[in-house]
């Protein structure tokens, strides 16, 4: 039998993927509120927004309204108990800081495949259910430095929008070419995360212009 996005097996593995990486990014959003000293409705805002907008984004652009975070409580549960875990258990997870990037970056492949996979069941060409699966993993991240008042980290040379843009090339890759769902979203989901590691751990980074700053 011939595996598809539809079948129930995929259907599980989106879903455990999707909560997984719902949760991860939770963390990213509450940790950053607390570093910057916000109360405790803001830490649980940050964790939501930084959990949710990227999949909001997605399915507003691909037309699967009212998007499903906002369907589904156990997205906002999800989020709400990783801002909590933040706000209430901080100084123990910035021990943790570089395990956290480990988990940054696995959420970032989780959210990239499931967004791609998302936006090609919905009819959107290969090409830009690609770049929709790395606005998936990438939105709510840019979202929560802006509230926050900083400069977007995706957009700091760090390769963090290359390496989710990697996980949603090789789905839609593995849809043209017939691969089963679950293995093109796995492979996807290990490229990016390879990606963002090599980043984190060897200092790996995208060019950046040489003028600007102090050469304008």
């Known amino acids: 039998m011939v595996e598809t996005a539809h079948s129930p097996f995929v259907k599980d593995l989106i879903t455990v993927l999707d909560w997984g990486g719902t949760f991860i990014f939770a963390l990213s959003g509450g940790l950053l509120g607390v570093k910057k000293r916000f109360d405790l409705f803001g830490v649980l805002f940050l964790s939501f927004v930084v959990a949710v907008v990227g999949g909001i984004t997605r399915d507003l652009l691909i037309g699967a309204v009212p998007p499903a975070a906002i369907t589904e409580i156990h997205y906002f549960l999800i989020a ?9 258990w901080y100084p123990s997870l910035t021990l943790l800081q570089r395990k956290i990037l480990v988990l940054d970056a696995v959420g970032l492949g989780l959210f ?6 998302k936006a090609i069941d ?13 606005l998936t993993g990438i939105g709510g991240g840019m979202l929560r430095d802006l509230l926050a ?3 977007p980290f995706v957009l700091k040379g760090d390769i963090y929008a290359l390496a989710a843009l990697t996980g949603g090339a090789v789905v839609s890759i ?5 691969i089963s769902p679950s293995i093109s979203m796995l492979l996807g989901a ?8 090599l980043a984190i751990f060897r200092g790996w980074r ?11």
């Not at 709400?80 to 209430?88: A, K, Q, R, S």
């Not at 990239?112 to 996979?117: E, N, P």
């Not at 995208?206 to 304008?216: F, I, M």
């Open 149 to 151: 008042g900083e400069v």
């Open 112 to 117: 990239a495949v499931i967004g791609a996979q």
């Open 190 to 197: 290990a490229a990016c995360i390879l990606l963002r590691l």
């Open 174 to 178: 593995g849809h043209v070419m017939a």
């Open 80 to 88: 709400i108990v990783g801002g909590l875990v933040t706000f209430w």
């Open 206 to 216: 995208a060019p950046v212009a040489r003028w600007g700053g102090d050469h304008d």
């Open 122 to 134: 919905f009819g959107i060409n290969p090409l830009m259910a690609g770049i929709l699966g790395m």
